[in-house]
């Protein structure tokens, strides 16, 4: 009888867990899907060349039109990997969550400055939906920085972040 007693107290304890936690999961900005999962953009499924909507652009480049001020500068990753060091001056829009977040950022993203976006790496597709996203809201001058945060790194430009400015 006790262990009968044990068993359903341990059964409470992990519904009201549950339902705490679920809870608190959809009042969060960005909530996580509980039973979605994962689908990959459907045009790039059919294997769509997502280069259409961009230009390539190198750090160089990248580096001059950020000081001339020239751009605006977004970075595709998630929260996490901007929080922990990203390119000074870009605006965190992760991939994931640009439904959530156009509105808040569309005023930043005037049509006398192009938009630069950044991700990971050069196997990072993120920038690349990031750009077909904003071109379909109407965007055209859209570049997209492809080496993204590995090449900046080695290249020894500034990072921003955590840790603090480096160089």
């Known amino acids: 009888m006790k ?18 936690g679920n809870a608190y999961n959809q009042f969060q900005q960005s909530p996580l899907p509980i039973f979605k999962t994962y689908k990959p953009d459907a ?12 230009i390539e652009m190198d750090a160089a480049t990248l580096k001059d039109m950020m000081e001339a001020e020239m751009a605006v500068l977004l970075d595709a990753r ?30 930043l ?9 950044y991700c990971i790496g050069i196997d990072c597709i993120d920038s690349s939906l990031l750009a077909k996203d904003l071109y379909q809201k109407g965007y055209r001058e859209i570049f997209v920085y492809k080496a993204g945060m590995e090449e900046w790194q080695e290249l020894g430009y500034p990072i921003e972040g955590e840790g603090g400015m480096s160089q």
């Open 78 to 107: 998630t929260r996490e990997h901007y929080r922990q060091g990203h390119i000074p001056k870009a605006i965190n829009l992760p991939i994931g969550e640009f439904k959530q977040m156009y509105d808040k950022i569309s005023p």
């Open 109 to 117: 993203l005037t049509k006398d400055k192009a938009i630069i976006i």
């Open 43 to 54: 045009a790039l499924e059919a294997g769509e060349d997502l280069s259409v909507y961009y």
């Open 3 to 20: 262990i009968t007693n044990l068993w359903i107290q341990v059964g409470i304890i992990l519904v009201c867990g549950a339902a705490i």
